[in-house]
């Protein structure tokens, strides 16, 4: 597997460049090409799921007021809350390697099994005794509060599994930009915003150091040892991803059409 810690300078271009290379890759007859990256976005936003409804998830007016961006991404799942301090991370599978994955449930436990493994794995390195747990189709918990929320993509060859983790975002932005989800998991147990997501702040002395050894863990859990210079899809990726901007993320229209 390949490796990439790189954050675009925009939202839309995080958003579009997993699409790109999804696309790229399920359109090709390569099966060698799986890629880790890890990356932030640079400002706060809104990201929808592809089938969301703005109007049912997620507070506009405080949105436009505050000059949110509400993004739609390509995968499912509810509306989130991303920007500085909450780290991201995009995982792009091989069905041809992973047939087990073609299942939505196995795709959810291949990945979370793995996720889950490399967030303990970072905190137990930074001597944290916290017990992390996977609940929910895709949530990873602490103490049964979500620090992160996931999401992927199946194509006919290919899978983007994304998603958070939240480090020092600052949560009253949540509560602020999204209403309370239509759809929760039981273990939610109709908890608002503020009682149900927490952030790693609030249980890591040093986030610094656990963002090093998450990164470490991921990699060492995956595999991913090769550069991403030396992917097949590193010669086009910028105009790959500006052409995904120019047809899709950087409509306005596209993204409120629910």
């Known amino acids: 597997m390949y490796f990439w810690d790189y954050s675009f300078e925009t939202p839309q271009e995080n958003l579009a460049f997993d699409e ?11 099966s060698d090409g799986e890629l880790l990256r890890v990356w932030q976005m640079p400002e706060p936003c809104v990201v929808i799921g592809r089938s969301s409804k703005v109007a049912l998830e997620v507070n506009l007016e405080a949105c436009q007021r505050d000059r949110i961006p509400v993004l739609r991404r390509m995968s499912g799942g509810a509306s ?8 991201m ?7 041809d390697q992973r047939p087990e994955c073609r299942g939505l449930d196995q795709a ?11 967030v303990h794995a970072a905190l137990g390195a930074i001597g944290s005794s916290c017990d992390v747990a996977v609940e929910g189709v895709c949530d990873l918990t602490i103490d049964g509060r979500k620090i992160s929320g996931n999401a992927l993509r199946l194509k006919r060859s290919w899978m ?4 958070t983790l939240l480090m020092e975002m600052p949560l009253d932005w949540i509560e602020k930009y999204l209403l309370e989800p239509p759809k929760q998991p039981e273990y939610r147990q109709r908890r608002e915003h503020r009682e149900f997501v927490a952030s790693l702040s609030s249980r890591v002395a040093d ?3 656990f963002n090093t050894e998450f990164v470490r863990s991921s990699v060492s859990e995956w595999d991913a040892r090769r550069l ?3 992917h097949p899809f590193a010669s086009k990726y910028i105009d790959c991803t500006r052409d995904w901007v120019d047809r899709r993320y950087g409509n306005p229209a596209w993204h409120l059409e629910r």
Do not use: W
């Open 228 to 230: 991403f210079s030396e």
């Open 20 to 30: 790109a290379i999804l696309e790229s890759m399920d359109s090709s007859n390569q």
């Open 89 to 95: 991370f995009s995982l792009l599978l091989s069905l």
């Open 108 to 118: 959810h436990r291949t990945v979370m099994s793995r996720m889950q493994r490399s």
């Open 80 to 87: 989130i809350v991303a920007g500085p301090g909450c780290l």
């Open 207 to 209: 986030l610094s150091k």
């Open 160 to 163: 983007i599994y994304h998603g």
